[in-house]
């Protein structure tokens, strides 16, 4: 025994070490569950040896069982593993000198490298990550197509547009569900993809839905080629198409809409304008009645009122006076059926021929017509202060004025009459006011008076065509504006009228 060794009980230190061990190896078998127990138990434990050397001991227990399985005895072995762990821990002590021996740049170039792959491989990953969200979320249909037509990758928006779930679109090829008046031209793109000829091509088409109805889609189709640097080949081949796809069936129904409208339009724009040249013949052929009426018709009436002056003179002695007053209303209904003539002259033309502008003062416009008339001294016309000046069409404006006045004053029941004439701005019009003290005129007659022919007195009366307030409210409207009339009778009419301050010629 070496005299490092303590005895104690009859037993040396490492002896009682090792019944230590088999002591705790027994009580951790009897404490283990029936089905557990016989197991193989192998476990590293230290000894301290002679000089106080701690010996390392790889230690084994394996159980040897009956034929019930029950333990009927162990076999313990213990191995000395000291000079192996001291080995190991010689081998990774040298592995660490020779390391950080070596020169710092190696080392930093070594680290460098490793961070650099690392964060190539994590932008690789960030990449993918945000393509597939791209892919995904994209507004417009977006496939990945093999060269054969077979349906490779798509998004969600594109089996919308097609109506197709993802398994079903991808189970078919592209030309599956390409409208067959389309096929030959989408073969031809293809060719020159293939061949390097276009880089990409986008065009209108038709596809087939789920529902076999038509989508019309823009189609935007590139071709991707990858080089197989794997094996050393560097040309770039033919790798897969990508197709984008935006449905524009309602921009090509709202399109073909326009379509039939303008071809509408155009149809409705002949129309119009063989309506338009019959309406210039019909002009053509209305200015030859005026020509006609105021040459064929009037020169006749004057030759008949001339000739019964003449024998009204030659006769006088020998005419009785019945006679005489006989003469006197055919002269005048001469002078009606010229006024007549001449009313529906003026009626045809308005409208009809182009008007020029003048820089209008309306005051002075009105005084002009009164001093063209032999009004009886004791009528008196008033004209309201602040009359506007404006351009407009001068004689349209002072042909309004003169037949509204002249109707007031011719059918005025007294000699002493009285007209106002006033005006208001109403933004885009003037609003202009001939208001008269005469009989006015009963209510059941007020929406005849601007009917032509319409006269409330009779013509033996009072000589007039009724054409007067006719062409009043002809040429108003004409003009874009609008005419009314209020009266009570034994008062007084009012007649007013807006014109239109600034013409659109």
Not at 162 to 180: F, R, S, V
Not at 200 to 229: G, P
Not at 432 to 444: H, L, M, W
Request: one cysteine or more; glycine letters at 6%.
């Amino acid at each position: 025994m070496h005299k490092s060794d303590k005895v104690k009980d009859g037993m040396t230190e490492n002896e009682r070490r090792l019944r230590a061990i088999f002591n705790q190896t027994f009580d951790f078998i009897s404490l283990m569950k029936p089905e557990a127990s016989g197991q193989f138990v192998r476990y590293e434990v230290d000894i301290v040896g002679t000089g106080d050397r701690v010996a390392q001991l790889d230690f084994s227990i394996k159980p040897i069982k009956d034929e019930i399985g029950q333990v009927i005895s162990l076999i313990l072995e213990g191995r000395d593993i000291t000079d192996q762990k001291i080995m190991a821990v010689d081998a990774h002590r040298l592995f660490n000198e020779q390391v950080f021996s070596l020169p710092r740049q190696f080392l930093k170039m070594g680290f460098d490298h490793m961070t650099q792959r690392h964060q190539t491989e994590q932008a690789l990953h960030e990449s993918e990550a945000r393509f597939c969200a791209t892919f995904e979320q994209a507004a417009v249909g977006i496939a990945h197509i093999a060269l054969d037509g077979r349906w490779l990758r798509v998004n969600q928006k594109l089996c919308e547009i097609l109506g197709y779930t993802h398994e079903e679109l991808l189970k078919l090829t592209l030309q599956d569900i390409i409208n067959a008046d389309d096929l030959a031209t989408d073969a031809v793109k293809i060719r020159q993809l293939l061949a390097g000829e276009i880089q990409t091509y986008s065009t209108e088409k038709r596809y087939i839905r789920q529902d076999k109805s038509s989508a019309w889609i823009n189609l935007t189709m590139s071709l991707l080629r990858e080089a197989d640097w794997l094996h050393g080949n560097h040309e770039a081949k033919p790798n897969y198409f990508i197709a984008v796809m935006q449905d524009i069936s309602q921009r090509k129904q709202a399109e073909f809409i326009l379509q039939q409208r303008a071809e509408e339009l155009t149809r409705l724009n002949t129309i119009l304008a063989h309506t338009t040249n019959l309406l210039q013949k019909r002009n053509q052929e209305l200015d030859q009645f005026v020509y006609v009426a105021s040459h064929d018709l009037k020169a006749p009436l004057r030759a008949i009122a001339s000739l019964s002056e003449w024998l009204e003179e030659d006769l006088k002695e020998q005419l009785p006076p019945d006679n005489q007053h006989q003469m006197r209303l055919l002269r005048g209904r001469v002078r009606r059926m010229e006024g007549l003539i001449n009313g529906l002259l003026e009626y045809s033309r308005v409208g009809r021929s182009q008007t020029e502008l003048f820089l209008v003062n309306v005051e002075a416009l009105l005084r002009e017509i009164i001093d063209s008339w032999e009004l009886p001294s004791t009528f008196v016309i008033d004209i309201a202060p602040e009359m506007p000046t404006f351009i407009t069409k001068k004689f349209p404006l002072q042909q309004v004025f003169a037949n509204l006045m002249e109707n007031a004053v011719k059918h005025h029941s007294r000699a002493d009459g009285h007209l106002k004439i006033s005006v208001q701005n109403q933004g885009k019009y003037y609003k202009f006011i001939v208001a008269d003290d005469g009989p006015g005129i009963s209510p059941e007659y007020q929406d005849k008076v601007f009917v032509i022919f319409q006269t409330l007195e009779a013509r033996d009366r009072q000589e007039n065509t009724g054409i007067g307030l006719a062409i009043v409210k002809k040429i108003v409207e004409t003009e874009g504006g609008t005419i009314t009339l209020e009266s009570q009778p034994g008062i007084g009419s009012t007649f007013s009228f807006t014109w239109l301050k600034q013409l659109n010629e």
